[in-house]
């Protein structure tokens, strides 16, 4: 997985905390990740961009279908 994603809509910084969480995330680059945990990541990432509710509802979508 590369690190940052490209994301799909521009990462948006509104604060401090924003660029802090950003920074943590891409402390997993240089982790041997499973699937599954590239895959949170990757949707922790999209929670960081200016159209972050798309990625949220597909992912909650996923886990309500893999969850029948």
């Given at each position: 997985m590369k690190f940052p994603p490209k994301p799909k809509t521009p990462y948006k910084f509104n604060n401090d905390q924003d660029e802090r969480i950003f920074g943590?995330?891409?402390?997993?680059?240089?982790?041997?990740?499973?699937?599954?945990?590239?895959?949170?990541?990757?949707?922790?990432?999209?929670?960081?961009?200016?159209d972050w509710r798309t990625p949220l509802e597909k992912f909650v979508d996923k886990l309500l279908k893999n969850g029948k």
């Open positions: 943590k995330l891409a402390r997993f680059e240089d982790k041997k990740l499973s699937a599954e945990n590239e895959k949170l990541v990757e949707f922790l990432y999209s929670q960081l961009e200016d």
